[in-house]
């Protein structure tokens, strides 16, 4: 049976193990990795409308990995509408980019939960192989580190260098031009970011279990001392 601080050690390293397989799939089912701004350009350009108006024409559009919503305002009020990513939209993007963004995160989720079966395993028993030990948990979370960093930088990639929002914007619109005027990364991204970071934390704390504490001194009781005066009496 392992130390009480190993298993102490390697039961918060299965905590942030569960944490990180939870902030992925947070992550890939929520619709707040792009939020930004949209100008209806088509409304503007028929009533020409001036500085003071072009409120009146900006709407808003949130989007994640596989669903989002958009607000339009172009001249005719409020028109919320729901964004989905498959089948459809997703010919319109860079399909295969996005495919991986999904496919590295689902990996990450993977190698989280392998990671986390090795914590427990770890915190019950001693390993006989290294594979099983510290070596192994360093293996798992660094490909669980990896895959997710490749997923958030793919979309990161995709948001910033193929128009992602634009072309999400203005997916199914036949009469109105749409245009970006910002959009910015939203917390569902970042929890997929905060995901890598967990596996980090992981390391250390797998490598803190390797500190060997110093075991507390027992001090055994004094042996009386006889002498011959005291046999005499």
């Known amino acids: 049976m392992p130390s009480l601080w190993k298993r102490i050690t390697f039961s918060v390293a299965s905590a942030l193990c569960v944490g990180s397989v939870a902030l992925l799939v947070v992550a ?25 108006e072009m409120d009146q024409f900006i709407g808003d559009i949130y989007y994640g990995l596989f669903q989002g919503g958009k607000t339009k305002r172009c001249g005719l009020g409020n028109r919320r509408s729901k964004i989905y990513i498959f089948p459809k939209l997703v010919q319109r993007l860079n399909g295969g980019l996005h495919m991986m963004v999904i496919l590295f995160l689902l990996v990450a989720v ?58 999400v914007a203005n997916h199914g619109e036949n009469l109105f031009i749409l245009e970006v ?29 390797r500190i060997k504490l110093p075991k507390p001194e027992i001090k055994k009781p004094e042996e009386p001392i006889i002498s011959a005066l005291d046999l005499l009496y």
């Open 28 to 52: 890939l089912s929520t619709e707040r990795w792009v939020v930004g701004r949209i100008l209806c350009k088509t409304g503007v350009d028929i009533v020409n409308a001036s500085s003071p």
């Open 181 to 209: 005027l910002d959009d910015s990364l939203d917390w569902s991204f970042w929890l997929g970011v905060g995901s890598v970071g967990t596996h980090f934390v992981v390391c250390g704390v797998v490598a803190m279990s």
């Open 110 to 167: 993977g190698f989280a939960l392998v990671s986390l079966s090795f914590c427990i395993y770890n915190a019950r028993k001693f390993p006989y192989q290294s594979i099983k030990g510290h070596k192994g948990l360093y293996l798992w979370n660094f490909i669980a580190a990896l895959f997710g960093a490749l997923g958030v930088l793919c979309f990161l990639a995709a948001m910033k260098h193929h128009r992602l929002t634009e072309r």
